[in-house]
């Protein structure tokens, strides 16, 4: 057995976690800047909660509500520029993955002076400034990750950011948040979530400690499946979700994605299909394609309490609803683009130019 294995994320999961570990915040700095998106985290009631708990632990703060959706390169650039002119020492992400993912980002070029190839580079001059993640969504595990994942135009694709020093120190998860999720965005973050277990269950990077991690994940999902084909979702379930997400995004820190990740990139580029939404479309006939030669499929589908990889597919079509149409250009570029990607390697068995297309033209209307 051989296996690196590294969580250094201090995690606080339940209702009023952050009210609950106020003095966690005092360990993090000074003086906080807390980043958002533009309204969820001011409906969902978390910024409210971060906000108390600074004041009641004397700690002053800055907010930056402006990051979108799948932010860029060049939206983190402008965020950093307002936490070095609002004096902050660590920075606290609330939100989806693009909060949190722009939190880390943000934190390194607070501190560094860099190009874009060096903010890809993982190794920094200054050490990215500590970093809480509070996310509001099931789906990116993004607060126990050492990812940040930024729409690059110079590239015309999102890419990847990764190293040990924009881990988060402490995560608080409170389930509650993400009740006030739409039904699109929960199936969508949900998938996401799955897309996480089941390709990190599969990765060549997988382990032995990471496996009933990801296995734990697929069976929770699984159990949630019935329920998010509904209108209304429980508490219960988002309790499940949030801590499947969790589970997943600490499988992922160590095995990395694979080419359902490196494929549903160029979708969310260019398409602006939903970044979960994108990984779900092509889960299906991922799994088909690697159904032949890897055992492992079979796990998979267990865990999430189906009969087949078919079954499967059913069941995730009825979430996802009517799939979107690809022209044969397109088909062609984000083939092209999605071999470029450097998850791409993780997968196995290995494919090819030609596989990854026969993936695209199965999952997609043509
Ligand atoms: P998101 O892009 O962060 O947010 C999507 C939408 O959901 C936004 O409109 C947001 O509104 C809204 N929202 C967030 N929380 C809500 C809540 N509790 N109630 C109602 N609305 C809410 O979505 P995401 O799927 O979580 O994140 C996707 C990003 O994460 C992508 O860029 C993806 O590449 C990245 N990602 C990162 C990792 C990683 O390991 N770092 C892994 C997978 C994916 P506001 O804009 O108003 O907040
Ligand atoms: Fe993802």
Redesign the pocket.
């Known amino acids: 057995m051989e296996f690196r294995y590294y969580m250094p994320v201090k995690t606080f999961f339940g209702r009023n976690c952050i009210e609950k570990n106020s003095r966690e915040f005092m360990l993090l700095g000074e003086k906080a800047l807390i980043v958002?998106?533009?309204?969820?985290?001011e409906?969902?009631g978390s910024l409210a909660d971060v906000k108390k708990t600074l004041e009641s632990v004397k700690i002053p703060y800055a907010h930056y509500n402006r990051?979108?959706?799948?932010?860029s390169v060049e939206d983190v650039r402008e965020a950093s520029l307002f936490a070095r002119e609002s004096g902050a020492d660590f920075i606290i992400g609330i939100?989806?993955?693009?909060?949190?993912?722009a939190a880390k980002a943000i934190a390194i070029l607070a501190v560094n002076d860099i190009d874009d190839d060096d903010l890809y580079s993982g190794i920094y001059k200054n050490r990215p400034l500590p970093i809480a993640a509070i996310p509001?969504?099931a789906?990116?595990?993004?607060e126990v990750?050492p990812?940040?994942?930024l729409t690059y135009s110079r590239i015309s694709n999102?890419k990847s950011i990764g190293c040990d020093s924009i881990f988060p120190a402490a995560a608080f998860l409170d389930p509650v948040?993400?009740a006030?999720?739409?039904s699109e965005?929960t199936i969508?973050?949900a998938v996401?979530a799955l897309s996480?277990a089941i390709e990190g269950y599969l990765s060549a990077r997988s382990t032995d400690v990471i496996m009933p991690y990801a296995l734990e994940s697929i069976r929770l999902i699984g159990e949630c499946i019935p329920e998010l084909k509904e209108i209304k979702v429980s508490d219960g379930a988002r309790e499940k979700l949030l801590y499947a997400s969790m589970l997943a995004?600490i499988v992922?820190a160590h095995t990395g994605t694979t080419a359902v990740h490196a494929m549903g990139y160029p979708l969310?580029y260019h398409r602006n299909i939903?970044?979960?939404r994108a990984n779900g479309l092509l889960l299906y006939h991922y799994l088909k394609f690697l159904e032949p030669s890897i055992e492992k499929v079979n796990h998979i589908i267990n865990a999430i309490g189906m009969k087949s990889v078919d079954e499967f597919g059913k069941e995730i079509d009825k979430l996802l609803g009517d799939k979107e149409m690809l022209s044969e250009s397109e088909l062609e570029l984000f083939t092209k683009t999605a071999m470029t990607a450097k998850n791409i390697s993780n997968t196995v068995p290995l494919p090819e130019e030609k596989d990854i297309r026969k993936i695209f033209e199965k999952s997609f209307k043509r």
């Open positions: 958002t998106g533009k309204i969820s985290a409906k969902n990051i979108k959706p799948n932010p939100g989806g993955g693009s909060p949190l993912d509001t969504t789906g990116t595990g993004s990750t990812y940040s994942i999102k948040y993400t006030t999720l739409s965005t969508n973050t996401d996480h995004g992922i969310t939903d970044h979960g």
